[in-house]
Nanobody, 125 residues
């Protein structure tokens, strides 16, 4: 069993930055793709970014390309997301997830093996 714990959320003004972290524990991080997702009030959960196990491949939603950057430190069992130039529409609860399949993370993330509890990001205008 893997436990994922997100941190780093908070309140920031538009144009500001935050760095989210997701620490994994409970079993090996090895071989698992990781992703970030978000859910705004009244909306469905949506894909934000994903990263392969090696970190060589990254993927982003169009809405965050050029502003967000996903990375991972496998020695620390942690995945990060640097969020720059934040906009009010980025306000949401951000969740990290992991799955043995990168394809699942990209195309069927609702089926991902493990999810964190989420961290709130609020961007004021």
């Amino acid at each position: 069993q893997v436990q994922l714990v997100e941190s780093g959320g908070g309140l920031v003004q538009a144009g500001g930055s935050l760095r989210l972290s997701c620490a994994a524990s409970g079993r090996t991080f090895s071989g698992y793709a990781m992703g970030w997702f978000r859910q705004a009030p009244g909306k469905e959960r949506e894909f934000v970014a994903a990263i392969s196990w090696t970190g060589r491949n990254t993927y982003y939603a169009d809405s965050v390309k050029g502003r967000f950057a996903i990375s991972r430190d496998n020695a620390r069992n942690t995945v990060y997301m640097q969020m720059n130039n934040l906009k009010p529409e980025d306000t949401a609860v951000y969740y990290c997830a992991s799955d043995a399949s990168l394809a699942t993370m990209l195309k069927a993330y609702a089926e991902a093996d493990y999810w964190g509890q989420g961290t709130q990001v609020t961007v004021s205008s």
